[in-house]
């Protein structure tokens, strides 16, 4: 008899999968396919060629993949692999609550190359992957200014709050929040453009906002008082990074692929004004694939004319962690971060630590998060190249992951002693 089996077959989709094949003929060539339809139904595939043992059994956690999207021994490699059939797509979950991603896992007796083949599989099953816990729960924010949604833990708390932000994209991205929330955090999803009434393009922008967010998260009745931590990437973590030298409230900053220095939009804080570093629109890169790459696109802030536009991380309340993937095809960011680490060291600040990871591209996300090497964005005629290779970008996404929720739950102090 024929089997499959996929462990846990309900999970958040940070969680590993165990995936198990056997009563297959000894030393077969097989395929293991996984697909899902996202929430415009558009689909997304991956696949993978395994040879069968001499007891006819294929188990992922041991078995190399001989071809297919990947090769060698990756238990996760069919959910980071999963790409989309219509190119430029990235695979993003909205519903964070009400609904999980449906994975369709597939055993083929043969080598299966088309993305939609005629025969039925021999065995499937279906995986549910979710971006947050049952137990958690989402509150939409529309307080004073703030715009956003907050994810709490069950129970009484007093949570560690954190503030998530994404970047260039605008909106409101919630899935990062869902699973933090999941791990034990209050963690406010905010928007700052692009989203319901707030500006439809990111001009000047005004700290006060950021800092309104913060204030609202301190005062959480489930959250503790002692000050909440950031995450945030591309132009989001500029805005993290601001919000870390210039807060109070801000008791730890993760930098996901970010700058060093205020690009491109004023920004201002009360009478404090920093001049955003021109963007150099003549250096953007068109590459062979008809995408864009940016990285060359923001001026070296070491310049004269840019030094005001740096910012003085010797300021911050908290410690920093610049997490980057150093084929960043979007930002230049191993380069910002470094820039910004020598500055902490240079003002004797010892908290700033930098995590770089070689072979990952920009959108590093959480586990499970298949590779997206490029996708088209809304304020872009061209698809943006991301940068990376799926083995490296994904082990990359694993590991730093574990490092974001130790140094959060490590810096933000829970308790509610000293309420700002």
């Not at 969680?15 to 339809?37: F, V």
């Not at 690009?263 to 008809?290: A, H, K, M, V």
């Not at 190249?385 to 974001?404: M, N, V």
Request: charged share 20%.
């Amino acid at each position: 008899m024929i089997g499959l089996t996929v462990t846990p077959e309900v999970a958040l989709v940070d969680e590993s999968i165990k995936i198990q094949a056997w009563g297959l003929p000894p030393q077969e060539l097989i395929t293991l396919r996984a697909w899902l339809e996202d929430e415009k139904g558009e689909i997304f595939h991956s696949r993978a060629f395994y040879r069968t043992d001499d007891d006819g059994n294929v188990d992922l956690e041991c078995t190399p993949a001989t071809g297919g999207d990947f090769h060698g021994v990756h238990p996760m490699g069919l959910f980071w692999a999963l790409k989309p059939v219509t190119p430029f797509l990235r695979l993003v979950k909205r519903n964070i609550k009400g609904s999980p991603f449906y994975v369709h896992v597939e055993l083929y007796c043969r080598i299966e190359i088309s993305s939609s083949p005629e025969d039925p599989p021999i065995a499937s099953k279906i995986v549910e992957r979710w971006y947050s816990s049952p137990r958690v729960e989402r509150v939409q924010i529309r307080e004073g200014r703030i715009r956003g949604a907050l994810f709490l833990p069950q129970g009484e708390g007093p949570f560690p709050g954190v503030i998530d932000m994404f970047g260039g994209v605008g909106g409101l991205l919630e899935f990062r929040s869902g699973l933090l929330a999941s791990h034990g955090f209050a963690s406010l999803a905010l928007a700052y453009f692009a989203y319901e009434d707030l500006p439809n393009f990111l001009g000047d922008v005004d700290l006060k906002y950021f800092e309104e967010a913060a204030q609202f998260l301190c005062n959480h009745p489930k959250v503790s008082g002692e000050g909440v931590g950031v995450i945030a990437i591309c132009k989001g973590a500029e805005m993290g990074l601001a919000m870390g030298t210039y807060l109070p409230q801000v008791a730890a900053t993760v930098c996901i692929n970010g700058t060093n220095a205020v690009n491109g939009n004023t920004l201002t804080y009360g009478d404090l004004s920093i001049p955003g570093i021109p963007y150099q629109t003549e250096r953007l890169i068109f590459t062979d694939r008809g995408t864009l790459n940016l990285s060359r696109a923001m001026a070296d802030p070491r310049k004269p004319e840019h030094q005001d536009s740096i910012f003085p991380v010797e300021k911050a309340r908290g410690p920093i962690l610049f997490i980057v993937g150093e084929n960043d095809q979007n930002y230049d960011s191993l380069f910002f971060a470094k820039e910004a680490l020598a500055r902490a060291h240079k003002y004797n600040k010892k908290d700033v630590y930098l995590q770089s990871y070689p072979g990952a591209g920009h959108l590093l996300e959480p586990p499970g998060s298949p590779f997206c090497p490029v996708s088209q964005s809304p304020f872009f005629p061209l698809p943006l190249t991301w940068g990376g290779e799926l083995l490296p970008h994904c082990r990359a996404q694993e590991h730093s992951w574990k490092e974001i929720l130790d140094f959060l739950r490590k810096n933000i102090q829970c308790s509610r002693r000293n309420k700002l």
